[in-house]
């Protein structure tokens, strides 16, 4: 992954996004300008992984291996709240894109 994001650099792209779930888990946060947290408050979370098929057992296992929401929101640089429609998730993500832009 750090590979690509390396070469997306040294092609001159201005922005490039990784998804990863457990960045400061993983110790990967150093290699980037700016961590953006998506959260979502843990009942909805816990629907939606019951939604895509996960079982009680198994989303409390991923819970316990990753920092909470919380402390992942405190130390990122951006936080969008995931609480509300894919609509909205696309809004908040582009107001995001936009401030990044300007950085």
């Known amino acids: 992954m750090m590979r690509l ?4 650099e040294k092609k001159g792209k201005k922005l490039v996004f990784v998804e990863s779930a457990l960045i400061y888990e993983m110790g990967l946060d150093e290699g980037f300008n700016y961590v953006m947290s998506v959260y979502t408050d843990e009942e909805i979370m816990m629907k939606r992984a019951v939604e895509r098929g996960l079982t009680s057992e198994q989303i409390q296992h991923r819970l316990r291996e ?3 929401a919380k402390q992942k929101q405190d130390w990122a640089e951006f936080s969008i709240n995931n609480n509300g429609s894919l609509n909205e998730l696309k809004e908040a993500t582009l107001s995001l894109l936009d401030i990044l832009k300007e950085l």
């Open 5 to 8: 994001v390396d070469e997306y």
């Open 66 to 68: 990753q920092l909470s």
